[in-house]
């Protein structure tokens, strides 16, 4: 795919798509010349990380802002998530969401963050506006594979989140994230600066897509579309483990996770190949799932 022609080489690719999402449960697609830009992202938040007037931590959050109206965004401290399976025990890394809320500066001094380090701002547009546009063009993809009539996805720029982690392990931990899925419907994982990253397939088997140093992303399943499909396609299961080949101490990783809007209504297809609406809003979805890490009350 080319960033010009996202939406075009989707629906040319769309028997490609299905089978990927049939076998691996996930969907994969390269765009040309992004290993470069998420490259130039990382150095922009290490940049970001290193500067002290500025400094970054004057933006530090405990809590998820905005997490019903507005998406969630932020910068979080090292030790601030720590997963199910994780015993208690953080994650070894600090990350940073960027909403595109924050990217309109809404509500009024959303963007403060963004103001003060306008580089990390030039490359995080750029990542997650590609994001929202190659998850809203496989959504489609998803959609045509469920039964019935499957409303659209709704997705919504102000709810969606860029996440850019660095993890920093001098201890030097096999597991640098555990076995998760996202909460999101739809999530895209741009290239790491090293390995580790591994997903589990439809037929359990764990493997490693190399896509760290390749121009690749790939496209995951959240638990919003799994339960929205009536778990007729499952959330996209991965985890991170230290790379044998890593280089160094310190990983960095990006992904763009992509809501519907927060205050819309949850929605699920019935096993009658019926919509059924549900009476609650997709933030509630969001919030038990972010308490769940730890980053909501």
Aim: with cysteine; glycine share 10%.
């Amino acid at each position: 795919m080319h960033v010009e022609s996202v939406e075009d080489d989707a629906i040319r690719n769309i028997e490609e798509f299905r089978e990927q999402l049939a076998t691996w449960g996930f969907m994969a697609l390269e765009v040309p010349g992004i290993g470069d830009r998420v490259t130039e992202l990382y150095g922009a938040f290490d940049a970001a990380l290193a500067s002290t007037s500025p400094s970054l931590y004057e933006f530090a959050v405990d809590r998820v802002p905005q997490a019903s109206a507005g998406g969630n965004h932020g910068f979080f401290r090292p030790g601030s998530e720590v997963p199910r399976l994780a015993n208690g025990v953080a994650d070894p890394k600090e990350f940073l969401h960027v909403s595109g809320a924050m990217l309109d500066n809404h509500p009024a001094g959303s963007a403060a963050l963004l103001e003060a380090f306008p580089a990390l701002a030039e490359q995080s547009r750029f990542i997650f506006e590609l994001g929202i546009r190659v998850a809203a063009s496989l959504g489609d993809v998803v959609r045509e594979i469920l039964p019935g009539q499957a409303p659209e996805l709704g997705l919504s720029r102000h709810s969606s989140i860029l996440r850019v982690i660095h993890y920093q392990d001098s201890q030097r931990r096999e597991i640098l994230a555990h076995e998760h899925s996202g909460i999101q419907m739809l999530g895209v994982q741009f290239p790491a600066s090293e390995g580790g990253l591994q997903y589990i397939l439809n037929d359990g088997t764990w493997v490693e897509p190399i896509i760290w140093g390749t121009d690749v992303l790939l496209c995951n399943i959240g638990r919003m579309l799994s339960e929205a499909s009536g778990r007729r396609v499952r959330p996209s299961t991965h985890r991170v483990h230290r790379s044998p080949m890593a280089m160094s101490e310190r990983r960095w990783s990006s992904v763009v996770f992509v809501h519907p809007d927060h205050s819309g209504e949850q929605w699920t297809i019935t096993e009658e190949e019926q919509v059924r609406m549900l009476g609650e809003p997709w933030g509630a979805f969001v919030n038990k799932g972010l308490r769940e890490l730890g980053l909501s009350d």
